[in-house]
């Protein structure tokens, strides 16, 4: 069990270009420049970690910090875990906990980001998970737009991840390779996204984002089979998109010439948020701009993080007292 220090929301904002101050390391919240680790160990040197990714967004209406679905994206990373078929001595609630506690140490009023990892910290030349320790840690970060919330993308040459390859439903380090691979020719080729085609030749999704295209009025959407990430706003996006619109969402392989004739398009992720595509590979998406279904659904995700939605409320986790 992970006990909390309790600590009000503070009255001045902190530093906004300041590094976090701390981490949590090696079972305990220490000053970030203690939390290092050798150039020996297994994580370093391939890429055996995992990690999740979650937001909070200050509402400085409430004076709140709210954590977003964060049970769901600890899930997600405990079954991280599993792929490496290891632990952690940390339940759900206690990774809660940490985090909290680490928000609170920043003094955040402003939207941050939480990284939790798992690492194998053994150092030793064979890679591999048996005879191996893994370690957790976790360091928290201001984050403002990931990406532009309009932008511009091409189909990257480079194809994602097979699950037999390195499973994409998790969020595991050494894979993200293939993310920093799509990534940066995007951004060598003057555009602001990859989206990255599976082994198949269908759509799976951009470098970090999931991605929806909007046809006939509904959203479609890849399938899990198709190594996606299982993406938490994606699930937000559906689930929105259904209750709060009234809109048909289909599971299903997504063709890279549909995105060409796609009324709307736009990518998710907690990073991404909810990003309209307005072009790809040089051809405007419906008009160019944002769509009415992106729009509406952008707002509708943001009145929810921010909780200005209330009846998606436990979804969020205040942070301060
Ligand atoms: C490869 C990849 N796809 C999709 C996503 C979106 O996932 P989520 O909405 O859970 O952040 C991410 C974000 O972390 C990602 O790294």
Redesign the pocket.
Known sequence: MVQSVQVPAPAHAPDQARHPQWAFFEGKIVPIEGAKISIVTQVINYGLGAFG?LRGYWNDEKQQLYVFRVEKHFGRFLNSCKLFNTSIPYSIADLKRITIDLLRREGYREDAYIRPLLYNSTEDITPRLYDVTFDFACFTRALGNYIKLEVKACTSSWRRLDDNTIPSRG?ITGGYVN?ALARSEAYWNGYDESIVLNQDGHIA??????LFVVRDGKLHTPTFADN??E????STVIQLARAELGLEVVEREVDRSELYVAEEAFF????AQVSAIVEVDNRKIGSGQTGPVTKSLQQAYFDVVRGKNTKYADWLTPVYD
């Open positions: 990714g969020k993310s999704e951009g470098s970090a984002e999931n996606i990430l993406g938490i706003t994606r998710c992720g907690t990073g």
